[in-house]
């Protein structure tokens, strides 16, 4: 449908599409919109065919773990017809035996009678006594044939606090594993490294695969935009689709909230191409829509008494300073956007920033960064990734970022704003 034969409703209709592909608030739903992730997609498929093997994924939060814990088993070839996904969220009022009883539920078995067969849940033998690593064992079993693939997913694993969970769990992956069982656990979660999630239990390491999930890389981040937005008859201008890749800090959440508020942008001027101007847009607009605990920790954090206080510009350099794959980066590192954001010819010195750092880590500054690692040798993040976009886009906003940064922002040659 060409621009000019466009009615307003036809316009309102393109609007409510770009609302239903693009996902900002929640998990990617469709296989042929999710993006990127070949090498941990590859390593969580080839642990799947291996008998005995079961898989942590484990990252940030906000990369899209949820996303690819829903859609595994559609990545498997189409001739392996009997892939069977089983998958619950943990919560923090759950045990061992609440996780494994909503994942019975969801799992049933077929009794044969004289009258015929009868089918029920697994999760009714146990409706009033304790689930143990060994009936977790024993139920699956004899469950698949060898050519069915049975995944069991438990998302969001590091809610769970009970700590005897982690540990009953750890004894379920050994057992199911030494046994040969057919069945793949995946547990899914936030955590820098696997002894987050299950603990220091050496005895499993050789029955997991640890598949670290980092932040997306630009190609990555570049191919959501790819997927989408031709699918709307749209395209984009190149500065405005690096400036949305390079704003977002490879977080896919933040590439849908920026490509969707610059879609409907577009849409609003009638128009099938989506410009910068259209980004700039979506950031005034992303600023409005997001949480108000982001408002607070970010007010929080860079409040001060004192007119000569550099809370807001430190906070934005550590915001635009390069990270590692973690999001993880070194004092050092934020010497030169620092540099940059205060108009300094003269390079800054860690001393000048060291105190706002340790600041961030506390309660008084609410806990905006963690700190990692030992003394003279630590890296900082952001506690929340998501916050590290908003503080960007906050210092954009405020003319804390100079006209040279925006511009780097939409070129893709230049993807990082410290570089500049």
């Known amino acids: ?65 949820t996303s690819l814990a829903k859609l595994f088993a559609s990545f498997f070839p189409s001739t392996l017809r009997y892939i069977h996904l089983y998958r619950v969220q943990a919560d923090p009022s759950d045990n061992f035996t609440s996780l494994w009883r909503k994942l019975f539920k969801d799992i ?57 969970t982690h540990v009953l769990m750890a004894n379920t992956l050994k057992a199911l594993s030494d046994e040969g069982v057919n069945v793949t656990v995946v547990l899914v979660g936030v ?10 239990h050496p005895s499993i390491i050789r029955c997991i695969e640890q598949v670290p999930m980092p932040r997306m890389n630009a190609s990555e981040s570049k191919e959501i935009l790819d ?17 949305i890749v390079n704003l977002s800090r490879g977080l896919p959440s933040y590439v849908h909230t920026l490509g969707l508020y610059s879609v409907q942008n577009a849409i ?52 635009l300073t390069e990270t590692d794959e973690r999001g993880t980066f070194t004092p050092l590192a934020v010497c030169k956007p620092l540099g940059a954001i205060l108009r300094r010819d003269k390079e800054i010195e860690i001393a000048v920033f060291q105190q706002h750092l340790a600041k961030f880590i506390t ?41 040279s940064a925006t511009d780097i922002l939409s070129y893709p040659a230049e993807p990082r704003l410290p570089s500049i």
């Open 108 to 164: 049933h078995i077929q009794i044969q009678k004289t009258e015929g067969s009868e089918t029920f849940a697994i999760a009714q033998l146990y409706e009033n006594q304790p689930i143990l690593p060994d009936d977790v064992r024993r139920e699956l079993s004899d469950l698949f044939s060898a050519n069915h693939i049975p995944i069991v997913v438990i998302d969001e694993y590091d809610k769970v606090r009970d700590q005897e």
């Open 363 to 403: 309660p008084e500054r609410a806990n905006v960064l963690v700190q990692r690692g030992r003394q003279r040798a630590f890296r900082y993040r952001f506690d929340d990734p998501m916050m590290q976009p908003y503080v960007i886009l906050k210092g954009i906003e405020q003319g804390l970022v100079s006209a």
């Open 191 to 200: 955590a820098d490294n696997v002894n987050e999630l299950v603990g220091e």
């Open 227 to 243: 997927k989408i937005v031709p699918r709307l008859g749209m395209k984009l201008d190149q500065d405005a689709l690096w400036k």
């Open 1 to 65: 449908m060409s621009k000019t034969s466009m009615s307003q409703e036809d316009w309102n209709a393109l609007s409510f599409e770009a609302s239903q592909l693009f996902s900002p608030f929640s998990p990617v739903q469709e296989h042929d919109l999710f993006a990127g992730r070949g090498a941990q997609i590859r390593k969580m498929i080839e642990s799947t065919s291996e008998r005995g093997k079961h898989v942590i994924l484990f990252g940030e939060r906000g990369i899209g773990k």
């Open 268 to 319: 609003s001027r009638k128009s099938l191409t989506v410009t910068e101007k259209d980004v700039d847009a979506a950031i005034t607009r992303a600023l409005e829509r997001v949480e108000e605990s982001f408002r607070d920790t970010y007010s929080k954090a860079v409040h001060s008494n004192r007119r000569d206080n550099l809370y807001r510009e430190v906070l934005l350099a550590c915001a």
